[in-house]
């Protein structure tokens, strides 16, 4: 059974840090997208940020040069760092994480589907969400 559970948020001042984390228990996928998503109230889920089994990032526009996503393979934890946090930023802030499906070319696989590609309703494993707010 796989659990993702998220920590770190957190209520900070505009332009301050925060840095939440994700521990995953039972994911055992070699090939993987692991993605951090936001909700506002009354908003729709939003992807933050992206990080592939290669490591490959990915960022939203409104947080890259901000944000930075990483994580540690050996404590099975991911992280992403936040700075310069604005008013906007103000979300509750979940971890997914979900197997990268293969393409297959001619009956043999050529490639794993782009971690960019997958919508939120595709991920089938989440945390509960860990709340940030940002006051101005």
């Known amino acids: 059974q796989v659990h993702l559970v998220e920590s770190g948020g957190g209520s900070v001042q505009a332009g301050g840090p925060l840095r939440p984390s994700c521990a995953s228990l039972?994911?055992?996928?070699?090939?993987?997208?692991m993605t951090w998503f936001r909700q506002a109230p009354g908003k729709e889920r939003e992807r933050v940020a992206i990080?592939?089994?290669?490591?490959?990032?990915t960022y939203a526009d409104y947080v890259k040069a901000r944000f930075t996503i990483s994580k540690d393979t050996p404590k099975n934890s991911l992280y992403l760092q936040m700075s310069s946090l604005k008013p906007d930023d103000t979300a509750m802030y979940y971890c997914?994480?979900?197997?990268?499906?293969?393409?297959?070319?001619?009956?043999?696989?050529?490639?794993?589907?782009?971690?960019?590609?997958?919508?939120?309703?595709?991920?089938?494993?989440w945390g509960q969400g860990t709340q940030v707010t940002v006051s101005s």
């Open positions: 997914a994480a979900e197997p990268r499906q293969p393409i297959y070319v001619a009956r043999s696989r050529s490639d794993y589907r782009d971690c960019g590609s997958y919508t939120p309703g595709e991920y089938n494993y």
């Open positions: 039972g994911f055992t996928a070699s090939i993987y997208c």
């Open positions: 990080i592939d089994n290669d490591g490959t990032t």
